[in-house]
């Protein structure tokens, strides 16, 4: 299994919800990332977990919340979104020894009204 | 620090046409270097990769050189196909850290 999936592959929210976005793989993986991309741009890194830990955040705003409940897992919390937010979100992962190869999934499209 | 620039697109060509996309880095220590590609709607994919100077990567008619005398990685494939539309990401990474260097992305339309 070579997948990374996400869920759900589209959303749509309003400035006050709270949402969350899910991404699994069981590749064995042990390094995850969070990407944001805007269209015709290219993947903006925000957040790394190693091991199940926070290793790197790209300076993201609080309103954008990750979390990483298992080797398998990682979940990205939304809270009061802006308008400028609305993105692709796009989920990677990574075998942690050789650190190079990513594997994406599809992203989900997100819309903030 | 790390960079990577790649040509600027949209490039359009003919089915069957040879392909070019230009990519040049800039690095310190010894990188590796990667071309992903992205079809409408998906996620980025690994195309190809090579991890030290001198040795090509090569997929799906595709194959890219690491030049480290000119520090380019130029993606080419003898004959494209409508299918190869997609937007191609030159990349690298280096440092040992989690970090992945992206270019802009060149837009690539095939026309039958």
């Known amino acids: 299994d070579t997948e990374v999936t996400q869920t759900p592959k589209h959303l749509v929210m309003g400035m006050t919800n709270k949402k969350s976005l899910k991404c699994e793989q069981h590749m064995g993986h042990r390094a995850m990332y969070w990407y944001k991309q805007k269209a015709k741009k290219p993947p903006e890194l925000m957040f790394v977990?190693?091991?199940?830990?926070?290793?790197i955040n790209e300076s993201v705003p609080s309103r954008f919340s990750p979390e990483c409940p298992n080797s398998s897992l990682l979940n990205l919390h939304l809270h009061a979104l802006q308008p400028e937010d609305s993105a692709l979100y796009l989920c990677?992962?990574?075998?942690?020894?050789?650190?190079?190869?990513?594997?994406f999934g599809s992203g989900t499209q997100l819309s903030v009204l | 620090g790390n960079s990577v620039t790649q040509m600027e697109g949209p490039v359009t060509l003919s089915e069957e046409a040879f392909l070019t996309i230009n990519c040049t880095y800039t690095?310190?220590?010894?990188?590796?270097l990667f071309w992903y590609v992205q079809y409408p709607g998906e996620g980025l994919q690994l195309l190809l990769k090579?991890?030290?100077?001198?040795d090509k990567g090569s997929n799906k008619g595709f194959e890219a050189t690491y030049r480290k005398e000119t520090t380019s990685f130029h993606l080419e494939k003898g004959s494209v196909q409508v299918s190869d539309s997609a937007v191609y990401f030159c990349a690298l990474t280096g440092g040992g850290g989690f970090k992945t260097i992206f270019g802009a992305g060149t837009r690539l339309f095939v026309k039958a």
């Open positions: 090579a991890t030290k100077a001198d």
């Open positions: 977990y190693s091991y199940e830990k926070l290793s």
């Open positions: 990677a992962s990574s075998d942690i020894l050789t650190n190079e190869k990513l594997f």
């Open positions: 690095a310190t220590g010894y990188p590796s």
